[in-house]
Protein backbone atom coordinates (compact mmCIF):
# COMPACT_ATOMS: atom_id res chain seq x y z
CA UNK A 1 0.00 0.00 0.00
CA UNK A 2 0.59 3.28 -0.11
CA UNK A 3 2.98 4.73 2.40
CA UNK A 4 5.51 7.85 3.48
CA UNK A 5 8.66 7.26 5.43
CA UNK A 6 10.36 10.51 7.53
CA UNK A 7 12.90 10.80 9.12
CA UNK A 8 12.94 10.17 13.28
CA UNK A 9 12.84 13.60 15.35
CA UNK A 10 13.71 15.06 17.06
CA UNK A 11 16.05 17.35 14.50
CA UNK A 12 17.92 19.86 16.92
CA UNK A 13 19.26 22.59 15.21
CA UNK A 14 20.69 26.61 16.09
CA UNK A 15 19.24 29.36 14.64
CA UNK A 16 20.64 30.44 11.18
CA UNK A 17 21.76 26.53 10.56
CA UNK A 18 20.41 25.06 7.48
CA UNK A 19 18.11 22.13 7.69
CA UNK A 20 17.16 18.86 5.97
CA UNK A 21 14.29 16.69 6.82
CA UNK A 22 13.96 13.19 4.61
CA UNK A 23 10.42 12.36 3.20
CA UNK A 24 10.50 8.83 0.86
CA UNK A 25 7.27 7.62 -0.08
CA UNK A 26 5.67 4.43 -1.78
CA UNK A 27 2.90 4.90 -3.94
CA UNK A 28 0.92 3.06 -6.82
CA UNK A 29 -0.19 5.81 -9.87
CA UNK A 30 1.32 9.43 -9.29
CA UNK A 31 0.68 10.91 -6.09
CA UNK A 32 0.41 14.63 -5.24
CA UNK A 33 3.27 14.95 -2.10
CA UNK A 34 2.72 17.77 0.91
CA UNK A 35 4.77 18.96 3.79
CA UNK A 36 2.01 20.08 6.77
CA UNK A 37 3.24 21.91 9.38
CA UNK A 38 2.06 21.95 13.42
CA UNK A 39 3.37 24.22 15.48
CA UNK A 40 2.53 23.50 19.05
CA UNK A 41 -1.15 23.61 19.72
CA UNK A 42 -2.59 24.54 16.31
CA UNK A 43 -3.70 22.06 14.00
CA UNK A 44 -1.89 21.30 10.67
CA UNK A 45 -1.00 23.64 8.26
CA UNK A 46 -0.05 23.40 4.57
CA UNK A 47 3.61 24.41 3.93
CA UNK A 48 3.81 23.51 0.32
CA UNK A 49 3.02 20.93 -2.35
CA UNK A 50 4.33 19.34 -5.59
CA UNK A 51 2.07 17.52 -8.30
CA UNK A 52 4.03 16.18 -10.49
CA UNK A 53 7.78 14.74 -11.30
CA UNK A 54 10.35 17.46 -10.98
CA UNK A 55 8.19 20.41 -9.28
CA UNK A 56 9.24 22.40 -6.67
CA UNK A 57 7.32 23.55 -3.86
CA UNK A 58 8.30 26.86 -1.52
CA UNK A 59 6.97 28.44 1.07
CA UNK A 60 8.18 30.72 3.49
CA UNK A 61 11.84 30.10 2.57
CA UNK A 62 11.11 26.26 2.44
CA UNK A 63 11.50 24.47 -0.50
CA UNK A 64 10.73 20.81 -1.61
CA UNK A 65 11.24 19.18 -4.58
CA UNK A 66 9.38 16.12 -6.07
CA UNK A 67 11.84 13.42 -7.24
CA UNK A 68 10.25 10.49 -8.99
CA UNK A 69 13.78 8.53 -9.53
CA UNK A 70 14.27 9.01 -5.98
CA UNK A 71 10.62 8.87 -4.71
CA UNK A 72 11.51 11.41 -2.30
CA UNK A 73 10.29 14.74 -1.29
CA UNK A 74 13.18 16.11 0.71
CA UNK A 75 12.36 19.17 2.91
CA UNK A 76 15.20 22.07 2.98
CA UNK A 77 15.54 25.35 4.46
CA UNK A 78 18.39 27.79 4.14
CA UNK A 79 18.15 28.95 7.33
CA UNK A 80 15.86 28.22 10.27
CA UNK A 81 14.70 30.56 12.96
CA UNK A 82 13.18 29.33 16.48
CA UNK A 83 9.94 30.43 15.17
CA UNK A 84 10.49 27.35 12.70
CA UNK A 85 10.15 25.03 15.58
CA UNK A 86 7.32 22.64 14.92
CA UNK A 87 6.51 19.05 13.47
CA UNK A 88 6.65 18.67 10.29
CA UNK A 89 4.40 16.16 8.33
CA UNK A 90 5.29 14.70 4.95
CA UNK A 91 2.41 13.51 3.15
CA UNK A 92 0.89 12.37 -0.21
CA UNK A 93 -1.98 11.91 -2.31
CA UNK A 94 -3.23 9.38 -4.85
CA UNK A 95 -6.08 10.89 -5.22
CA UNK A 96 -8.68 8.57 -3.68
CA UNK A 97 -9.40 11.48 -1.00
CA UNK A 98 -7.35 10.64 1.62
CA UNK A 99 -3.80 12.03 2.76
CA UNK A 100 -1.09 9.50 3.86
CA UNK A 101 0.95 11.39 6.21
CA UNK A 102 4.60 10.12 7.60
CA UNK A 103 4.66 10.15 11.51
CA UNK A 104 6.24 13.74 11.35
CA UNK A 105 9.50 15.28 12.23
CA UNK A 106 9.63 17.14 15.41
CA UNK A 107 12.07 20.67 14.44
CA UNK A 108 13.55 22.02 17.35
CA UNK A 109 15.51 25.43 16.61
CA UNK A 110 17.83 27.18 19.65
CA UNK A 111 18.66 31.01 19.53
CA UNK B 1 -11.97 34.56 5.37
CA UNK B 2 -12.53 31.88 8.11
CA UNK B 3 -10.52 28.60 7.88
CA UNK B 4 -12.24 25.34 9.43
CA UNK B 5 -13.80 25.15 12.17
CA UNK B 6 -14.09 22.45 14.84
CA UNK B 7 -15.78 21.96 18.41
CA UNK B 8 -15.55 21.55 20.99
CA UNK B 9 -12.21 22.49 21.64
CA UNK B 10 -11.84 19.58 24.39
CA UNK B 11 -13.73 17.11 25.01
CA UNK B 12 -14.32 14.82 28.17
CA UNK B 13 -15.89 11.42 28.01
CA UNK B 14 -16.14 8.26 30.03
CA UNK B 15 -15.50 5.17 28.79
CA UNK B 16 -18.59 3.63 26.89
CA UNK B 17 -20.29 6.98 26.14
CA UNK B 18 -20.81 8.57 23.19
CA UNK B 19 -18.91 11.42 21.59
CA UNK B 20 -19.61 13.77 19.11
CA UNK B 21 -17.59 16.52 17.31
CA UNK B 22 -18.38 18.98 14.86
CA UNK B 23 -17.14 20.62 11.88
CA UNK B 24 -17.20 24.07 9.68
CA UNK B 25 -15.44 24.19 6.69
CA UNK B 26 -14.31 27.03 5.21
CA UNK B 27 -17.30 28.67 3.30
CA UNK B 28 -16.94 27.47 -0.61
CA UNK B 29 -15.59 23.91 0.35
CA UNK B 30 -18.11 20.70 -0.33
CA UNK B 31 -15.26 18.22 0.90
CA UNK B 32 -15.23 17.45 4.44
CA UNK B 33 -12.34 15.26 5.89
CA UNK B 34 -12.03 13.65 9.10
CA UNK B 35 -8.05 12.75 10.69
CA UNK B 36 -7.28 11.13 14.32
CA UNK B 37 -3.85 11.88 15.60
CA UNK B 38 -3.36 9.17 18.37
CA UNK B 39 -0.14 9.20 20.27
CA UNK B 40 2.41 6.94 18.93
CA UNK B 41 0.05 6.46 15.71
CA UNK B 42 0.29 9.48 13.81
CA UNK B 43 -2.40 10.70 11.62
CA UNK B 44 -4.88 8.00 10.30
CA UNK B 45 -7.42 8.91 7.71
CA UNK B 46 -10.89 8.09 9.33
CA UNK B 47 -13.84 9.32 7.14
CA UNK B 48 -14.29 11.42 3.59
CA UNK B 49 -17.62 13.40 3.11
CA UNK B 50 -18.41 15.12 -0.26
CA UNK B 51 -22.04 16.56 -1.00
CA UNK B 52 -23.83 14.96 1.75
CA UNK B 53 -22.69 11.72 1.08
CA UNK B 54 -19.52 9.12 3.07
CA UNK B 55 -16.87 8.68 -0.05
CA UNK B 56 -14.74 7.11 1.33
CA UNK B 57 -13.40 5.66 5.16
CA UNK B 58 -9.84 4.82 6.47
CA UNK B 59 -9.79 1.35 8.66
CA UNK B 60 -11.62 1.97 11.58
CA UNK B 61 -15.08 0.11 13.26
CA UNK B 62 -18.37 1.28 12.36
CA UNK B 63 -18.93 2.90 15.85
CA UNK B 64 -17.00 5.80 14.27
CA UNK B 65 -19.69 7.47 12.30
CA UNK B 66 -20.46 11.08 10.74
CA UNK B 67 -22.45 12.64 8.39
CA UNK B 68 -22.56 15.38 6.38
CA UNK B 69 -25.15 18.26 6.64
CA UNK B 70 -26.78 20.43 3.64
CA UNK B 71 -24.35 23.74 4.59
CA UNK B 72 -21.55 21.13 4.42
CA UNK B 73 -20.99 21.37 7.85
CA UNK B 74 -20.00 17.87 9.55
CA UNK B 75 -19.98 15.62 12.63
CA UNK B 76 -18.15 13.12 13.56
CA UNK B 77 -19.82 10.57 16.00
CA UNK B 78 -17.92 8.14 18.19
CA UNK B 79 -19.98 5.46 20.11
CA UNK B 80 -18.48 3.26 23.00
CA UNK B 81 -15.78 4.88 23.37
CA UNK B 82 -12.76 3.07 24.51
CA UNK B 83 -9.66 4.23 25.75
CA UNK B 84 -7.08 4.08 23.19
CA UNK B 85 -9.70 6.51 21.07
CA UNK B 86 -8.27 9.34 23.08
CA UNK B 87 -6.79 11.79 20.30
CA UNK B 88 -6.64 14.66 18.72
CA UNK B 89 -9.47 14.40 15.59
CA UNK B 90 -8.77 17.18 13.09
CA UNK B 91 -11.26 18.25 10.41
CA UNK B 92 -10.11 19.19 6.73
CA UNK B 93 -11.93 20.71 3.81
CA UNK B 94 -11.43 21.02 0.21
CA UNK B 95 -13.75 22.63 -2.62
CA UNK B 96 -13.83 19.65 -4.03
CA UNK B 97 -12.33 16.36 -4.96
CA UNK B 98 -8.81 16.32 -4.48
CA UNK B 99 -7.83 14.64 -7.91
CA UNK B 100 -8.56 18.01 -9.40
CA UNK B 101 -5.41 19.43 -7.63
CA UNK B 102 -7.21 20.93 -4.32
CA UNK B 103 -5.50 21.24 -1.53
CA UNK B 104 -6.60 20.53 1.87
CA UNK B 105 -7.05 22.58 4.79
CA UNK B 106 -6.97 21.55 8.35
CA UNK B 107 -8.75 23.02 11.22
CA UNK B 108 -6.88 22.67 15.22
CA UNK B 109 -8.52 19.94 16.18
CA UNK B 110 -11.15 18.46 19.37
CA UNK B 111 -9.12 16.82 21.75
CA UNK B 112 -10.98 13.65 23.08
CA UNK B 113 -9.89 12.97 26.19
CA UNK B 114 -11.83 9.19 27.45
CA UNK B 115 -11.41 8.00 30.88
Known amino acids: GDSVTQMEGPVTLSEEAFLTINCTYT??????LFWYVQYPGEGLQLLLKATKADDKGSNKGFEATYRKETTSFHLEKGSVQVSDSAVYFCALDTGFQKLVFGTGTRLLVSP | EAGVTQSPTHLIKTRGQQATLRCSPI?????VYWYQQALGLGLQFLLWYDEGEERNRGNFPPRFSGRQFPNYSSELNVNALELEDSALYLC??????????????FGEGSWLTVV
Open chain 1, 27 to 32: ATGYPS
Open chain 2, 27 to 31: SGHTS
Open chain 2, 92 to 105: ASSPGQTFSGNTIY
